[in-house]
């Protein structure tokens, strides 16, 4: 779709208008996971939320290849059209946008605030698309879709910023609306020559992606009935399908109240209040965080620091746990605590009945006791 050089000056572009957004890595969301877990703060932006980059890069080409343009019609629920007004007053070009009845009235006052004409239409984010296609051809606008080369383009330089910041990455959990955001985490992470999995996240109440992933073709939903209205779409871009199937691992569905709590979840840990969209990933990561319930670990020094931390984390998720350590009385008041096996490094006897070759146990011995 585009090469490195391109999504590299794309991010000059995008950073003419704002510098590159933060990321940390959050401690207290490490002690709820029980895993390093950073976090790409895309709620920095002039509009608060990623979209903005895409854009930006839209309307610089635009603007550039058709001066004369009358302007730009498009739908959304809101960050789309946000970055798409933002960027129209940027380069001078109009905007007007079309929402469904009972859309965010936050965002739709943000997105006025910006210079758009708002016009509310439908049921829907589907119906909306619909109407504003046919305005454009009344009006004689161009109409301006969700998912584009462009707007891909400008939202991978979050990605790329990201990946190129932070270290070396197991998995990044993306949520899904149309698909521009896991694309361009897709396509900047293979230009980049990485091996992080890139993990989809939509809702249980709008789950088209999710059901076309699984089939292998596109398949719409009747209704995308989730309060995390950045996900809230039923009909999937078969462009899009094609590239989140060749290069995502899976997709997560996940509740509304999973996304509220993911909400809580980031203002106790983060002071950051993030809409359920922006939420649904942290979502996703405690959802699978509950993968691993049931199953046995080792962790040794666990009756102080790094080790004693871990055990509590991974207790808190229901992993079966063997402590070792050689403080026998923290050791046993942890057990004692959590319901787990405490095998003081001391005690030999014991040590050998359990792991017969000392308590670093190798993967097979400890698999075969399951």
């Known amino acids: 779709m585009f090469t ?41 932006t002039p509009t ?7 854009g930006l890069v839209f309307m610089e080409r635009l603007k550039r290849e058709n ?8 739908a959304t629920r809101g960050n789309h059209g946000q970055s798409l007004a933002y ?18 009235a936050e965002k739709n006052a943000a997105m006025r605030a910006q210079g758009a004409r708002l016009i509310e239409y439908g ?7 619909a109407e504003a296609a046919r305005l454009a051809g009344a009006e004689g606008l161009l ?17 790329l910023e990201f990946l190129r910041a932070a270290p070396p990455l197991a998995a990044l959990y993306v949520p899904i609306g149309l698909g521009s955001g896991i694309c361009g985490c897709i396509l900047a992470r293979d230009l980049l020559g990485l091996k992080t999995e890139i993990i989809g996240v939509q809702s249980t109440e709008a789950p088209s992606y999710a059901l076309s992933f699984a ?18 779409t039923r009909m999937p ?18 509740t509304d109240d999973e996304v509220a709590a993911a909400i809580r979840a980031y203002w106790q840990d983060t002071h950051n209040l993030a809409e359920g969209a922006g939420a649904a990933p942290l979502a996703a990561l405690l959802h699978e965080r509950d993968a691993m319930r049931g199953k046995r670990a080792l962790i040794t020094g666990a009756s102080a620091g790094i080790g004693r931390a871990c055990a509590i984390s991974l207790a808190q998720c229901g992993v079966h746990l063997y402590l070792t350590g050689r403080k026998v009385a923290e050791l046993e008041a942890e057990a004692e605590l959590h319901t787990l096996h405490a095998l003081n490094a001391g005690d030999r006897s014991k040590r050998k009945r359990n792991f017969p070759n000392g308590f670093v146990a190798k993967p097979k011995e400890i698999e075969a006791r399951r």
Do not use: C
Request: glycine residues 8%.
């Open 4 to 44: 490195l050089a391109e999504l590299e000056e794309a991010a000059r572009l995008v950073h003419a208008a704002f510098p590159p957004t933060p990321q940390y890595a959050w401690p207290l969301l490490a002690q709820r996971i029980g895993t390093e877990v950073w976090v790409k703060h895309e709620n920095h």
């Open 143 to 159: 109409f301006a879709p969700s998912f584009a080369r462009d707007l891909v383009l400008g939202v991978a330089t979050y990605a």
């Open 237 to 254: 871009d078969a462009s899009a399908l094609e590239i989140i199937r060749k290069g995502a691992a899976r997709i997560v569905t996940v």
């Open 87 to 104: 960027a129209g007053a940027r380069y001078g070009i109009p905007v007007t946008i079309l929402v469904p009845r009972g859309n965010s």
């Open 123 to 129: 049921q829907d984010f589907d119906e909306a698309r």
């Open 48 to 54: 608060g939320a990623f979209k903005i980059r895409g």
């Open 67 to 74: 001066p004369d343009v009358a302007g730009v019609v498009s």
């Open 215 to 232: 089939a292998g073709r596109v398949v719409t939903t009747e209704t995308a009935n989730t309060r995390a209205d950045g996900m809230a």
